[in-house]
C-alpha cells in the first residue's frame, strides 16, 4: 500500500518501560476501531503488552515511566545506542510525572511508608530527557492516542505533525464548556499544552497540567488570576507540580 | 417590514408547531456560575418548557452553527490506483430562535465576508439559506456595548423578530418564509395600539444604554497604534483563544490534513483559529510577524474597529462583550476604547 505514491517505512518498534503504571502502553492498544490498522503499520518488535517475542533488532524506541533506579539509567543508554528514534511516552517519561512528587520528601521515610521493611533502592525520580538524549515528547496521562496515531503517520508517511500552539483552553471552548473557574474550581487549561480535546475540565473537573506547559505559557498572569479568585498560593502549586512539568518555572 | 401581533398562547403553539416538524436550538439554562447567576447556551430543545427567552445573554454567540468550530470540508478515498472525493454541505432545515439583535447583526456582517464577497463559502450558505431565525428584543446585557456599534436594532438577516409588549409580541416579519409560518397560527393584525406600545417598548429599551465613546475611533487608533494601552492590556493576555472562539463575528480559521490510520481516507479538516494564537502569524522559516502578545491582541482589534470599517464601512465587532466575560484575564473591549479615547495623545 503506498500513500499517495509513497511506500511506508514501517518501522520497527520497541515499548519499554521504567516506572510508571503502564497505563500509556495501554492507550497504544486502545481505541479499538484502529487498533489493527495502527498495530500493523509498524513492525512490533518488542512489546510485553501485546507480544511474547522479544528483540533487540528496533528502530524506534517508546520510553514509558521516569527513571528512578541505576539500573534503570544503565537499561536506557542500552536502548539509545539501538534506537534511531527515541520517544519519551506520557508524563512520567517526559516529566518524571506523579512519580517525582516524592522527591521533596525525606526517601527513607517515604521508603518507611511504601515498603515498610522491605526497603527499596531508589534514586530521585528524573524525566527521560534528564538522563539521555530524546527526539520526541509525547505528554499526557495517559498519553491520547489519535495524537500517538498522528506521529506514528508521521514517522511512517512523513505526514507533517506540530504540536498546537495553543493551550487547553482554545478546544475546550469549542466544546461550549463553561470555564470550571467560573464554577469556582482551579484549572490548569490556560497554561498547559493543548491537543488533548480537554476532556477533564469538558467533564466539569479542572485541568491537571498533565500534558505540561503550553508553548510560551504565561504563568505569571495565571498566577495573578489564581490569586485574584482567592486559590491559596499551596493549592496552586501543588497543582502545578502535580505532573511535574512545570518544574523550573515556579 | 410587514408586523403582525401573536398572543401568548398563538406563540406556544408556533413554537410546538416549529419543534413538531424540525430541529429547534433556543437559549437554555444550563446551570449557575458561582456567583448563581444563571448561564445559558444556545441548545437544541425538544419541548418548549426548555427554552428560556428571558436570558440576558448565551456565554456562547450563535456563530457555532453557521460556522462550526471544526468542520471537515472535503474527504477522499484511495482505492487500488483511484481516489474519489466527497463534499458534504449541511442542508437539513433548522430554527434558531431568541436570538438577540447583535446576534443577528452578527450574521449579517459574516454574511458580508462568506456570503456576498469575492469568496462565497458554500458551507457557511448552506447553513445560512437553511437556517429559521426568529430574534427577540431585549434590554441591554452587562458589560454589553450593542448601541455604541449600531447593533442594538435589526432589520434584517432574520425571518420574525419578537418584541414583548407583556400579553402579547409585536412581530417583525422579514421573509415570505417568515410569514408563511406565522400564518399558521392566529396572528393578528397590528392595531394603532400595538404600534403604540412597541415603540414605547423600544424607546424604554433604548433609554437603558450606557453610550460607549466609539468616536473616530479607526484614525484613532491609527495614532495611537505604538500606545501604551496595546502593552499594559497585551501584558496581561493568556494567549488561549478564548475571546475568539465566543465571538459571534471571529471568522478565521486553520485547515488541517488528516489521513486514516489504514492510509486509505483523507481529510481536509476547518478549524476555527484564534488571532491570539501563538503561531497565528507564524510562516516558513521559524518567522513569526507577531510573536509577542500585545501585537496579537492589538491586531485583533484593528481588524474589528478598523480593518473591517476599511471594508464594509462598519465595525466588525457587535459589542456583545462576550470576550471580555470570557478572559480570565479580563481584558474587555470597552475599557480599552475608553482607554484609548482617554489616552494622552502622541
Redesign the interface.
Known amino acids: 500500500m503506498k500513500y499517495l505514491g509513497i511506500k511506508p517505512k514501517r518501522p520497527k518498534i520497541a515499548v519499554f518501560d521504567f516506572t510508571g503504571c503502564e497505563g500509556c502502553e495501554l492507550q497504544l492498544v486502545n481505541k479499538e476501531e484502529t487498533v489493527i490498522d495502527f498495530l500493523g503499520s509498524v513492525d512490533v518488535i518488542n512489546f510485553r503488552e501485546i507480544s511474547s517475542t522479544i528483540s533487540n533488532d528496533f528502530e524506534v524506541a517508546f520510553i514509558e515511566g521516569a527513571i528512578t533506579r541505576d539500573d534503570e539509567i544503565n537499561r536506557l543508554n542500552e536502548i539509545r545506542e539501538q534506537a534511531k528514534v527515541l520517544i519519551a511516552l506520557g508524563s512520567c517519561a517526559c516529566f518524571g510525572g506523579v512519580n517525582r512528587l516524592k522527591n521533596a520528601y525525606d526517601f527513607k521515610k517515604a521508603n518507611q511508608e511504601v515498603y515498610g521493611k522491605q526497603h527499596k533502592e531508589t534514586l530521585p525520580a528524573r524525566a527521560v530527557k534528564e538522563i539521555i538524549a530524546v527526539d520526541l515528547q509525547i505528554p499526557g496521562c495517559p498519553v491520547d492516542k489519535p495524537e500517538v496515531e498522528r506521529i506514528v503517520q508521521h514517522l511512517v508517511w512523513d505526514v507533517p505533525y506540530q504540536f498546537p500552539a495553543y493551550p487547553v483552553c482554545f478546544e475546550c471552548k469549542q466544546q461550549y464548556t463553561t470555564c470550571v473557574f467560573e464554577l469556582g474550581q482551579l484549572c490548569l487549561g490556560p497554561v498547559t499544552q493543548g491537543g488533548c480535546r480537554a476532556p477533564c475540565p469538558v467533564g466539569g473537573s479542572g485541568c491537571w497540567g498533565c500534558r505540561g506547559p503550553a508553548a510560551d505559557p504565561h504563568l505569571k498572569e495565571f498566577l495573578q488570576i489564581a490569586d485574584e479568585r482567592e486559590f491559596s498560593r499551596k493549592e496552586i502549586n501543588e497543582r502545578l507540580s502535580f505532573y511535574s512539568g512545570f518544574e523550573g518555572m515556579l | 417590514m410587514l408586523f403582525k401581533t401573536l398572543s401568548k398562547p398563538e406563540f406556544r403553539n408556533l413554537v410546538d408547531l416549529l419543534l413538531g416538524s424540525t430541529e429547534v436550538i433556543a437559549p437554555k439554562q ?2 449557575v ?2 456567583d448563581g447567576k444563571p ?1 445559558h ?1 444556545y441548545l437544541p430543545v425538544q419541548e418548549f418548557e426548555e427554552i428560556d427567552l428571558e436570558y440576558e445573554i448565551t ?2 454567540s450563535a456563530k ?1 452553527y453557521f460556522l462550526p ?2 468542520e471537515n470540508l472535503s474527504s477522499c478515498r ?1 482505492e487500488d490506483d483511484d481516489w474519489t472525493q466527497e463534499i458534504h454541505y449541511r442542508l437539513q432545515p433548522r430554527v434558531l430562535m431568541g436570538l438577540h439583535s447583535c446576534d443577528i447583526n452578527a450574521l449579517l456582517k459574516l454574511d458580508k465576508v462568506l456570503a456576498g464577497d469575492r469568496f462565497p463559502s458554500p458551507y457557511f450558505i448552506s447553513r445560512r439559506r437553511n437556517t429559521f431565525i426568529i430574534g427577540i428584543d431585549h434590554y441591554p446585557c452587562e458589560g454589553g456595548f450593542c448601541q455604541s456599534v449600531g447593533a442594538d436594532v435589526v432589520t434584517h438577516g432574520f425571518d420574525l423578530y419578537l418584541t414583548d409588549l407583556g400579553d402579547r409580541y409585536f412581530v417583525a416579519i422579514n421573509s415570505d418564509h417568515g410569514y408563511n409560518v406565522l400564518m399558521q397560527v392566529d396572528a393578528k393584525d397590528t392595531t394603532g395600539q400595538d404600534n403604540k406600545d412597541y415603540l414605547e417598548a423600544r424607546q424604554r429599551i433604548a433609554s437603558k444604554f450606557e453610550p460607549l465613546n466609539m468616536h473616530n475611533l479607526p484614525n484613532l487608533m491609527d495614532i495611537e497604534f505604538e500606545s501604551e494601552v496595546w502593552k499594559r492590556w497585551g ?8 475571546c475568539t ?2 465571538c459571534p463575528t471571529c471568522y478565521c480559521y486553520g485547515v488541517d ?1 488528516r ?6 481516507e483523507g481529510a481536509k479538516v476547518k ?2 483559529y ?1 488571532c491570539n ?3 497565528f502569524a ?1 510562516v516558513a522559516g521559524g518567522h513569526n510577524f507577531r510573536a509577542d ?1 500585545e501585537t496579537r491582541l492589538k491586531y485583533r482589534y484593528y481588524h474589528q474597529h478598523r480593518g473591517f470599517m476599511e471594508t464594509y464601512e462598519e465595525p466588525l465587532c457587535v459589542g456583545c462583550n462576550r470576550c471580555g466575560r ?1 478572559c ?2 479580563g481584558i474587555n473591549p470597552p475599557e480599552i476604547i475608553r482607554d484609548l479615547q482617554t489616552e494622552d495623545q502622541v
Open positions: 444550563i446551570g456560575n458561582n448561564l447556551h456565554e456562547y457555532s468550530f471544526r484511495f501584558k496581561k493576555c493568556l494567549s488561549c483563544g478564548s472562539m465566543v490534513e489521513v486514516s490510520m489504514d492510509g486509505r478549524q476555527l484564534s494564537l501563538l503561531d507564524a502578545r470570557v480570565l484575564a
